[in-house]
C-alpha cells in the first residue's frame, strides 16, 4: 500500500496525530510556503519546535515549498536570487526537521509559447534541481504541476532528470483536472515519474480542495492508474481542515481507492 499523508494543523494538532497512527499516515507540513512566516525568525522556530515536540519517528514526513512568485529559471538575476534563497530557505528547514522530501511547483509562463522559453525553462530547471540535490544530499524534491496546461514540459524536465533517484514528479490530479488536457494523457505522460500524489476534488473549473468524492474527478480511473503503476506512489489528502480529510478518506475506503485497495 502506497504511504498516505495528511496536512497537519497546530490548531487540530491531537486529531491528525490520531490519524497518523490510525492510517499509519505521514505529514505534510503546510506552514512554510508563506513569505511572511519566512521572514519571522522568531515564528518560524516556534512552529517548527512545537511541530518536532509532538512529532517522532516521522523520517517520511515531507513539506511543501515556497511557490508564490518563485522563478528559478528566470533571466533576471535578481528575480533568480530572490527564488533561490525561498527555496533554500525550505530546504534547510526539511534538513532541521529531518524530513524525507520538499515540493515544489512549475511556475512557469502557460501561454508564452515560444520554444526558446520552454527549452530554457527546461535546462534552467535540470541545472539548478541537480545543484539543490547536490548541495542538500539527505532530501528529495517533487516538482508539482500548478498551472501547467498540458504534462509535456513537466515530462521534458523529468526525463532529464530521470538518473537522479532523489528527483520526482508530484501530480497534482485536481491541478491537472482543469489544466484543459485530459486527465488520462496527465495518468499516461507522468507515469514513469510520478513519486508522490496530491488529491482532492474540483467542478473542472475551479482549484477548490474539496474533499475526495465531491466533484467530477472520476476516482476509479484514478486508482485503476496508480495500481497499475508497478510502485507504490505516495498520496496526500490535500484538503482544508480535518473534517474534509475525514470524509475523504471515508470515501476513498468505502469505494476502495488507492491506497485503500
Not at 490548531?11 to 513569505?35: H, T
Request: some cysteine.
Amino acid at each position: 500500500m502506497g504511504k498516505l499523508y495528511c496536512i497537519p494543523s497546530l490548531k487540530e494538532i491531537d486529531s491528525y496525530l490520531g490519524f497518523a497512527e490510525k492510517y499509519n499516515a505521514c505529514f505534510e507540513y503546510n506552514d512554510f510556503f508563506i513569505p511572511g512566516l519566512l521572514d519571522d525568525g522568531a515564528a518560524l522556530d516556534r512552529i517548527i519546535k512545537k511541530y518536532m515536540s509532538v512529532r517522532h519517528g516521522s523520517s517520511n514526513d515531507t513539506m511543501h515549498g515556497a511557490f508564490l512568485d518563485i522563478c528559478v529559471n528566470s533571466a533576471d538575476i535578481k528575480i533568480f536570487e530572490v527564488s533561490d534563497y525561498r527555496v533554500r530557505q525550505c530546504m534547510d528547514i526539511a534538513v532541521k526537521m529531518g524530513l524525507k522530501a520538499v515540493i515544489f511547483h512549475t511556475n512557469y509562463i502557460v501561454n508564452f509559447r515560444l520554444r526558446s522559453y520552454i527549452d530554457t525553462w527546461i535546462d534552467r530547471n535540470e541545472e539548478y534541481w541537480r545543484q539543490i540535490l547536490k548541495d542538500y544530499k539527505e532530501q528529495q524534491v517533487y516538482i508539482e504541476n500548478m498551472f501547467d496546461d498540458a504534462p509535456g514540459m513537466l515530462k521534458s524536465l523529468a526525463e532529464r532528470m530521470a538518473d537522479e533517484p532523489r528527483f520526482g514528479v508530484c501530480l497534482d490530479v485536481a491541478h491537472a483536472c482543469i489544466s484543459g488536457s485530459h486527465l488520462e494523457d496527465w495518468y499516461s505522460e507522468m507515469s514513469p515519474y510520478a513519486k508522490h500524489i496530491h488529491i482532492n476534488d474540483n467542478d473542472g473549473i475551479e482549484d477548490l480542495h474539496n474533499p475526495v468524492g465531491t466533484g467530477i474527478i472520476e476516482w476509479d480511473k484514478f486508482s485503476r492508474w496508480c495500481s497499475g503503476l508497478g510502485k507504490e506512489p505516495s498520496v496526500l489528502v490535500e484538503t482544508r481542515g480535518y473534517v474534509n480529510l475525514e470524509k475523504s478518506v471515508e470515501y476513498m475506503q468505502n469505494n476502495n481507492i488507492y491506497p485503500f485497495v
